[in-house]
């Protein structure tokens, strides 16, 4: 286990944190392989490449084969990390990860880097908001989606001992907030609840989890108390965590996703099929490609800073109240 | 071979067997099998057979029960309800079946990573990949026969079942993939091209020399090789053998 070190981390982003630290300290502690398509020094594998030169293969911009590789691998006894831009991981390579990893049972640990809209001006082509609709798709994946950098290590990490594929969606950049100060426990598929407040309840997942946290602090000037919970595995999901929003006034997902299929839309199946729960606000991106721009200009786009998350809460909850 | 694959179409019923691509499959199958090979599923050095054109299941099964690796009872089995022998292999080491067939391309993108393994673990064996010629209009087929020479993959073979059909029609009509044997030097392998039907060309090739690169034999077949209604036809991709085309095939197999 990498030691925790939260300021550290923040400096190297999600990725640089994986990849350049956690995988460095657990290269000896399992028989990896670690795969990229042409993606490796974005990813901050420099150092793991230079290590460990027979145990890196970089297939070239080529995601299918990619995973095709890592499956080879992963049925050999090998334990793959698959990394690229989680666009292409998840888009161009959806069938062979269906095959491979949830039919064929081959345990590959898939990367994908720069989810969301982290790749800001290279355009809709390369923005990822539809990676947790696609992966939660398949039978068998794990889906994780860590809050910060820690996180992410955290995420990689309980990977490393999880016996079956993963997805590991990475968002936000370098220097992104930090939402774990200190070392805590991460059990794949238990959610962590940050935040308590007796009126509604917050599930976010990704980085923009500070921005719920934040949306949270402004939410008290109104008089409305929030729960935030990190809901850092979409898949499984923690359905006792669903359940304990049931005496909340409102339920709010916030994603840096597309509201069809993502995180809101996993929630919103919990909370159907158990009835008698409060309505629910889905917050992330109306299903709609995004106009380009930086990231403080797309998430202001989609309605996902703390203010505008506020404001949309502050609406949904006064008509409720009404 | 041949009898067996009619009788077990036929058993199929009214769900329809891949004929025409296991029939095209039969000498490659046998010359395969007829090399001393290490098929002990426990063994870490056993060769791996994967079968990318994963429609020619049924020869597989067949080759396979020939060969005393599955009953003959469980290779009944197939496509009866809940069996593992369905129209695309599925993967079952125990049962000499390595890899999940089904989706075109994706037997060989695997076997790139399974001989990187191998390699990596200093095994002793060999990875042969079998695919069709249709199956070569996927471009992961390309990406992969590039990474395999890329990494100088010395270790396998593929071998590829040109029938020139697909299941539209004449590959040359649908989507020409002619001169495979300059599209797969080009892409840095190895290529011998062999008749598909002749047992003694096929395992002459096998045992020529890979000059450090992956191999590939470009083996050509008639689609439904050995029954005279379906040979070099389209309609023998897929289909439902009645009593009396049975009773035929049957003959025409026996008599050859």
């Known amino acids: 286990m990498t030691k925790y070190n939260a300021r550290g981390f923040a400096r190297l982003g999600q990725s640089g944190s994986i990849f350049g630290m956690s995988l460095i300290e657990n290269m000896d502690n399992y028989p990896l392989k670690v795969l990229s398509s042409d993606m490796s020094v974005v990813a901050g594998l420099d150092r793991f490449k230079r290590t460990r030169p027979d145990d890196f293969y970089n297939v070239g911009i080529a995601e299918q084969n990619l995973i095709g590789l890592s499956a080879g691998l992963a049925s050999e006894g090998f334990r793959p990390i698959a990394v690229a831009q989680a666009a292409f991981i998840t888009m161009r390579s959806f069938e062979q990860i269906r095959q491979y990893l949830g039919y064929m049972k081959n345990n ?14 290279f355009g809709n082509t390369h923005y990822s908001i539809e990676d947790l609709t696609l992966m939660r798709s398949i039978p068998r994946m794990t889906v994780l989606s860590p809050a910060d950098a820690g996180s992410a290590v955290k995420a990689f990490e309980a990977a490393l001992n999880h016996d079956g594929p993963v997805y590991i969606r990475l968002t936000g950049g370098l220097l992104s907030p930090i939402v774990y100060k200190d070392d805590f426990d991460f059990t794949i598929g238990e959610a962590i609840l940050l935040k308590d407040g007796s009126d509604i309840t917050i599930f976010a997942t990704g980085t923009i989890v500070a921005n719920a946290l934040k949306a949270a602090e402004l939410l008290m000037e109104y008089g409305i108390y929030a729960r935030v919970i990190d809901i850092h595995t979409v898949k499984p999901l923690d359905k006792d965590a669903v359940m304990s929003s049931k005496h909340s006034k409102l339920i709010v997902t916030i994603e840096e996703h597309n509201t069809l299929g993502g995180l809101g839309t996993a929630i919103s199946e919990a909370i159907a099929v158990t009835g008698n729960m409060p309505s629910l606000l889905k917050l992330g991106v109306q299903d709609k490609f995004m106009e380009v721009g930086d990231y403080n200009y797309l998430i202001e786009q989609s309605r996902l800073t703390p203010e505008l998350i506020k404001e949309d809460i502050v609406n949904k909850f006064s008509n409720i109240n009404i | ?23 095209s499959l039969v000498e490659i199958l046998d010359a395969l099998y007829s090399q001393n090979l290490n098929h002990n599923p426990y063994d870490m050095n056993r060769d791996r057979i994967i079968l990318s054109k994963g429609h020619g299941a049924l020869a597989l099964y067949c080759i396979l029960e020939m060969k005393g ?188």
């Open chain 2, 69 to 256: 690796i599955i009953s003959k009872e469980y290779a009944e089995t197939f496509e009866t309800n809940g069996t593992a022998l369905f129209a695309h292999a599925k993967r079952d080491v125990a049962k000499g079946i390595e890899f999940s067939g089904g989706s075109l391309s994706l037997g060989l993108s695997f076997a790139v990573g399974v001989a990187l393994a191998c390699r990596s673990n200093s095994l002793n064996n060999h990875i042969y990949v079998i695919l069709g010629d249709g199956e070569c209009d996927e471009g992961l087929v390309w990406e992969s026969v590039m990474s395999a020479s890329h990494y100088g993959l010395d270790n396998m073979t593929l071998i590829v079942d040109c029938n020139g059909l697909q299941s539209d029609g004449f590959s040359k009509d649908i989507m020409n993939t002619d001169s495979l044997e300059s599209k797969f030097s080009a892409f840095g392998c190895t290529v011998l091209s062999v008749n598909g039907h002749s047992e003694r060309d096929i395992t002459k090739a096998l045992t020529a020399e890979h000059n450090g690169r992956p191999k590939v034999l470009v083996a050509y077949t008639l689609k439904g090789k050995g029954v005279s209604f379906l040979e070099n036809k389209q309609s023998s991709h897929h289909l439902v053998l009645n009593d009396e085309q049975y009773k035929i095939a049957i003959m025409e197999v026996e008599n050859d």
């Open chain 2, 1 to 23: 071979m041949r009898k067996r694959i009619l009788e077990l179409a036929h058993k199929a019923g009214s769900n329809g067997a891949h004929l025409g691509g296991s029939l």
């Open chain 1, 108 to 121: 590959v640990i898939c990367v994908g880097i720069n989810s969301g809209f982290a790749l800001t001006f």
